[in-house]
């Protein structure tokens, strides 16, 4: 066997070993109910192993890194997280907010207070203990395992995350925060944060992801986000990832939307090494209104890769799906967005739209939307545009006595300005453009208050 063999190897035991610890923690405690589900879990992926370029799915993104790391279990002793780091990543102070450190609860540093009557946040792990009904009836039940390995492995192995539960009739006004915080370490670690979010029939609720990165150890994140929208429910969820440099991200979200249910997923892409996003939604209701969105901003060797699939599994339903990417130095950003309209979903309308700009020589981007209809009367739409700056545009803003380096600013801040108005909450949307200001070059010549 070759090293770097031995080293996939090693790595994947690894993980036998750490299901090993759960599976006899989990067979003398609550949630024995899990254990099945983790099983299969655990089997699966040890069938799928790791994905490669190989594989179709996988095409433009090599994952060797991570298979050939032998990463330890985070621990969720000795993480020193203070509320003065989490400061510039909290949007606003005054929701409900969550946090956790390298995938376990820290009390100390969430807001869970004056909750509004209907809503119900916790720990994944606090659900299990207590064998709370709705962590029975959907936790691991609607993420897919059977052909993503990653899902597997979290499903596998995850010990805690954040639960949300909407009562029926229930509207939240304020987003709820959740915040999945890696401090790093002396060597490799990985966590496997999981959250579920449940939406009663004709309930109403903002969530708020946000993954966070300190310390300059390589680490691995692998979360699972599972949003179940009720008849006639609304979801409004946004995932912001602020990664360390150097770190890797698999997330993977599912949305499973009922009879009329109104399902919406902003993914905001804005520091990290390696990055993959997941994001499913299997329309299983007549009326069911989607709308996927996202904008990543990738430079230097940053690797951001947006695999969507909506699934139209019943008549009458619509979904839009829109992302934009700002690409400079030697970053790569990939786009996969494929949309299945099974039999018998008569009256889809469905739209795929992916917009990257780039803004070096160097980087490089790939976009592959796709269809797949088995019904015959449908609305299905896609397309893909790759360009630069508009130099006749650069030239009008120069003409008018704009200094050249803030206007560039100015015209990426437009390209990404759609997907950001896209953005519910205000106070995020708020905090999402001063992120891009400060993301993009020579972005502190101009403020958003300029571009009215």
């Not at 032998?70 to 606003?92: C, H, I, M, N, W």
């Not at 916790?122 to 009836?137: K, L, Q, W």
């Amino acid at each position: 066997m070759s090293t770097g063999m031995a080293e996939i190897k090693d790595a994947t035991d690894l993980y036998l070993a750490d299901f090993d610890r759960i599976e006899r923690r989990t067979a003398r405690g609550p949630g024995a109910w899990l254990l099945p589900i983790r099983k299969a879990a655990i089997s699966r992926f040890a069938e799928l192993g790791f994905p490669t370029t190989q594989d179709e799915e996988w095409r433009y993104t090599s994952v060797a890194p991570i298979a050939e790391t032998a990463f330890e279990r985070a621990s969720a002793d000795g993480a020193e997280v203070t509320r003065k780091q989490l400061a510039p990543y909290l949007f606003a102070a005054d929701v409900p907010t969550i946090v956790f450190v390298n995938g376990f609860f820290r009390e100390d540093l969430s807001s869970l207070s004056d909750l509004p009557a209907g809503l119900r946040i916790e720990s994944i792990a606090a659900a299990i203990a207590r064998d709370d009904a709705t962590a029975r009836r959907h936790l691991a039940r609607h993420a897919k395992i059977e052909d993503q390995a990653f899902t597997a492995l979290n499903t596998a192995l995850f010990e805690d995350g954040a639960m949300i539960h909407a009562d029926r009739g229930t509207v939240v006004e304020s987003p709820v925060h959740v915040v999945y915080v890696s401090s790093g370490g002396v060597g490799p670690s990985v966590s496997h944060p999981r959250t579920l979010v449940v939406a009663e029939e004709s309930s109403q609720i903002p969530v708020v992801e946000t993954f966070v990165g300190f310390g300059g150890a390589a680490y691995f994140t692998n979360t699972v986000t599972e949003v179940v929208v009720g008849d006639n429910a609304t979801v409004d969820h946004y995932k912001i990832t602020r990664e360390a440099t150097g770190s890797f991200h698999i997330g993977t979200i599912m949305l499973h939307q009922f009879r009329n249910g109104n399902g919406r997923t902003f993914a905001g892409t804005f520091d990290g090494g390696l990055i993959r996003h997941e994001i499913d939604t299997v329309l299983d209701g007549e009326g069911c209104d989607c709308g996927m969105n996202g904008l990543y901003l990738v430079d230097g060797p940053r690797h951001v890769d947006n695999h969507l699939i909506v699934e139209h599994a019943k008549p009458h339903c619509d979904s839009r799906e829109f992302f934009k990417g700002i690409l400079d130095g030697h970053g790569k950003g990939i786009f996969s967005g494929r949309i299945i309209v099974r039999p018998g979903a008569q009256k889809t309308d469905a739209k795929q739209t992916n917009m990257s700009l780039l803004l070096s020589q160097e980087a490089q981007v790939e976009s592959k939307p796709q269809l797949e209809i088995f019904a015959d009367d449908v609305k299905c739409t896609h397309g893909a545009t790759i360009g630069q700056i508009n130099e006749e545009a650069l030239f009008y803003l120069r003409s008018r006595g704009i200094h050249e380096d803030a206007a560039r600013s100015l015209l990426v801040y437009a390209f990404a300005a759609d997907v950001l108005d896209r953005v519910r909450v205000d106070s995020l949307r708020a905090a999402l453009e001063r992120l891009v200001f400060q993301k993009l070059p020579h972005g502190d010549l101009m403020s958003p208050h300029e571009t009215g």
